[in-house]
């Protein structure tokens, strides 16, 4: 079973019971606060947790903060494929406003 967990304007979905289900877990920084010391639990069933960020910053201030070891399962990050894909959209954005779509849609 794939468990995501979303944030939803800036605040946290809560699924309760649902987490425990879970064998993989995707997760961002906000919904980490929430979740690390479950997931940090050597009684933690999941199998993988994987980071919808680049850096694993975030996740070791979240373990440090609360005095959590390091989870027993394997923690991956998203990373290497950002690049390309933030210079599209900052092109994106300034093509849009050089040329003024936004007034052009209105």
Same mark, same amino acid.
């Given at each position: 079973?794939? !468990?995501?967990?979303?944030?939803?304007?800036?605040?946290?979905? %809560?699924?309760?019971?649902?987490?425990?289900?879970?064998?993989? !877990?995707?997760?961002?920084?906000?919904?980490?606060?929430?979740?690390?010391? %479950? +997931?940090?639990?050597?009684?933690?069933?999941?199998?993988?947790?994987?980071?919808?960020?680049? =850096?694993?910053?975030?996740?070791?201030?979240?373990?440090?903060?609360?005095?959590?070891? +390091?989870? #027993?399962?394997?923690?991956?990050?998203? =990373?290497?494929?950002?690049? #390309?894909?933030?210079?599209? %959209?900052? +092109?994106?954005?300034?093509?849009?406003?050089?040329?003024?779509?936004?007034?052009?849609?209105?």
């Amino acid at each position: 079973m794939i !468990l995501a967990l979303c944030v939803d304007n800036n605040e946290c979905i %809560y699924l309760g019971p649902k987490l425990v289900d879970g064998n993989i !877990l995707f997760t961002d920084p906000k919904i980490l606060e929430h979740v690390a010391s %479950y +997931i940090c639990n050597e009684k933690c069933q999941l199998k993988f947790t994987q980071l919808l960020f680049a =850096g694993f910053d975030s996740f070791m201030k979240t373990l440090k903060s609360k005095n959590l070891t +390091i989870p #027993p399962h394997p923690v991956a990050r998203m =990373g290497g494929f950002f690049g #390309p894909l933030m210079s599209e %959209y900052i +092109i994106g954005q300034i093509i849009s406003r050089e040329r003024k779509f936004i007034c052009m849609s209105q």
